[in-house]
């Protein structure tokens, strides 16, 4: 089963596993390419960096996760978009903590809650980014 196979505001473990797994898949290839374009000076140095953007992007993934279903429980209001904000502007929260910066902590709280809050409205609403070429 897929992320929105699963009931909004039910299975917060099960969707936490997989928006955690989300987030360590783009740690890893993040990663991958950050390494392949400043190389570092030791294989040390490249697993440290490696560790660090993925576990980043893991834990981001696991707080949106949590942060979203917990609060589609709590607000008692499991299809409403403002979770997805709530989720993501947690994940923008936890960046800024781990940078020690105020505005990094804000911008990406703005910034990662309102994709995620026009992601839901979008999947909501049926919006596409692309169509099928017509013939």
């Known amino acids: 089963m897929g992320y929105w196979d699963l009931q909004e505001g039910k299975d917060c473990i099960e969707k936490t596993w997989i928006t955690t ?13 950050h390494i392949v374009a400043f190389q570092p000076d030791s294989a040390v ?8 953007g993925t576990v980043t992007m893991a834990a981001l993934g696991a ?3 949590i942060t979203t279903c917990l ?12 979770n997805y ?3 993501g502007c947690a994940s923008g929260a936890l960046l800024g903590a781990k940078t020690h910066s105020v505005v990094t902590g804000t911008s990406a709280c703005l910034g990662l809650g ?4 026009f992601t839901k409205v979008g999947k909501v609403e049926g919006w596409k980014l692309s169509t099928e070429p017509k013939l």
């Open 45 to 52: 140095a490249a697993l440290q960096r490696a560790t660090n």
């Open 21 to 33: 797994k989300l987030g360590t898949a783009l740690g890893l290839v993040g990663s991958a390419y």
């Open 63 to 65: 707080v949106f996760g």
């Open 85 to 87: 904000f709530i989720g």
């Open 71 to 82: 609060s589609a429980q709590a607000r008692d209001a499991p299809e409403d978009p403002f």
């Open 114 to 117: 309102a994709l995620a809050f």
